[in-house]
């Protein structure tokens, strides 16, 4: 089960992990299982820990005042979710988290990553460079919902992540994409021909 992680931090990370850290890793990350559409978490709790998605698929939405869904994140395999906000100031989420499928996770607690991981080089570089291309994924996503058509925001998902085409139903694709499910057909339809 761990396997994936340690792959994962080894590929982004420049310094070796020793079989120490190993098994500082595989003490510390504890495995869940998510049934579909189990709840990692919900609105007005507070995010104490994150996870590594090893198999599975997750959605991150908020809910508005009408009930409507907002997908402001979606995630696959060696992908993390959490609320990062939640996580580091300790406040309650304004969001919810869901398994999308069945979905096995190995979590960690702030409390394992303040205590025991900030010891190990090679987790501490690959949050640098997690929190870096969050930045940035952020950053163009911003920039694309405020500067770009909805037909430009479709294929440039479609060209970045077409597996999340074969992973989430239209309707999730459509509010990630912050159109309705009919906007999105039309779109497809009209990529088509």
């Known amino acids: 089960m761990h396997e ?12 070796p992990l020793t079989d120490h850290d190993v098994e500082v890793i595989k003490n510390t990350f504890v495995h869940r299982k998510l049934r579909k559409r189990q709840y990692y978490l919900q609105q007005g709790e507070v995010c104490k820990c994150l996870a590594f998605i090893v198999k599975g698929a997750a959605r991150q939405y908020s809910v508005d005042d009408k009930g409507v869904e907002h997908i402001i994140r979606l995630s696959i395999e060696n992908w993390w979710v959490g609320d990062r906000e939640s ?42 460079s997690l929190d870096e291309n969050y930045a940035i994924a952020t950053q163009k996503r911003i920039n694309a919902h405020i500067s770009c058509s909805a037909e430009k925001r479709y294929a440039d998902l479609l060209n970045s992540y077409p597996y999340f085409f074969q992973r989430f139903p239209l309707h ?14 039309r779109i497809r339809s009209n990529t088509a021909t």
Not at 4 to 15: A, P
Not at 91 to 98: L, Q
Not at 100 to 114: G, I, K, M, N, P
């Open 4 to 15: 994936s992680l340690i792959k994962f931090v080894r590929n982004r990370s420049h310094t």
């Open 172 to 185: 999730i694709i459509a509010s990630y994409l912050g159109v309705t499910k009919e906007t999105l057909s």
């Open 87 to 128: 996580y580091i100031t300790s406040t309650p989420s304004v969001y919810y988290i869901d398994a999308w499928e069945d979905t096995d996770l190995l979590e960690v607690s702030r409390a394992d990553v303040l205590t025991q991981l900030h010891l190990i080089p090679a987790i501490n570089e690959m949050e640098r």
